[in-house]
């Protein structure tokens, strides 16, 4: 089996008496020691239990840019699907979800290769055009934007 041929891995045997199993994410990418993580979902899907405690606690670390991001459903093709975005929303250090930011594959292509060639990798990369002025403003201070943590 090539690796284009894998699939996820079953780790129920794993699990715990009180319910504990490893958990994946779809995507993960670190530079100069940040870490940008995401979780892909269709509409109306949603994430684990399990997922959102993780992904929650990985946005409360200041090197670690944490979205969930919406994909149109696609077959699989060769056991894979391709990545189809249509939203994302970003998950703030005190655990809120950011409002869904439309995009499609030009542009989230762009914001990920802004993330990934940056000297400073953060979060501000996939704010929306109104917060990362507040952030650029206020980059040393705690941020709130439309009522919700945005940096410390």
Not at 27 to 40: A, K, S, Y
Not at 107 to 126: E, G, N, R
Not at 140 to 149: E, N, T
Request: charged share 20%; glycine share 6%; proline share 5%.
């Amino acid at each position: 089996m090539s690796v284009n041929e894998q699939a996820a891995t079953n780790f129920t045997a794993l699990r715990t008496d009180s319910g504990i199993m490893p958990t994946n994410f779809d995507g993960f990418t670190e530079r100069r020691g940040n870490f940008l993580v995401f979780e892909c979902k269709h509409p109306n899907e949603d994430t684990s239990i399990g997922q959102e405690i993780a992904l929650e606690a990985m946005a409360t670390l200041k090197q670690f840019t944490v979205l969930i991001i919406k994909c149109t459903y696609v077959e699989p093709v060769g056991g894979q699907r391709p990545f189809t975005p249509i939203a994302y929303s970003i998950i703030h250090a005190d655990g809120t979800h950011g409002d869904w930011q439309d995009t499609n594959l030009k542009d989230f292509t762009a914001l990920y290769q802004q993330w990934c060639s940056s000297l400073s990798p953060s979060v501000k990369h996939f704010l929306s055009p109104d917060a990362l002025i507040l952030f650029k403003k206020n980059e040393s201070k705690i941020v709130y934007c439309a009522g919700k943590l945005v940096s410390k």
